[in-house]
């Protein structure tokens, strides 16, 4: 089970820092996602970050200015998202992925098939 907060209200150049809380003891064995989704459009990936922590990708969107970490003893991966900008507004989504450690991971972490467990949804609302 996930479970994702820390979403709100920010103006234009503002930060907030999304946390997902994982229940379950393989936490760190599981590659782990964020995606968006801004009303009538798909969702969408932003970050990704592997089971160890030690590789992570972004979306170009969202690049130099939003971080994924994860701290494995806590089952815990957090979103800082700073200089956030009105486009980013979304429901934003952790996942964990399909397999365990697994070279195909590196190859499919952007896309929403390849992640089977996902969190409730924060909403982030960035204003002009």
């Known amino acids: 089970q996930l479970q994702a907060s820390g979403g709100g209200l920010v103006q234009a150049g503002g930060s907030l820092r999304l946390t997902c809380a994982a229940s379950?003891?393989?936490?760190?064995?599981?590659?782990m996602g964020w995606f968006r989704q801004a009303p009538g459009k798909e969702r969408e990936f932003v970050a990704a970050i592997s089971w160890s922590g030690v590789n992570t990708y972004y979306s170009e969107s969202v690049k130099g200015r939003f971080t994924i970490s994860r701290d494995n003893a806590k089952n815990t991966v957090t979103l800082q998202m700073n200089s956030l900008k009105p486009e980013d507004t979304a429901v934003y989504y952790c996942a964990r992925s399909r397999v365990g450690v697994s070279s195909a991971w590196f190859g499919a972490f952007r896309s929403v098939n390849e992640y089977d467990y996902w969190g409730q949804g924060t909403q982030v609302t960035v204003s002009s």
């Open positions: 379950g003891r393989t936490f760190s064995s599981y590659g």
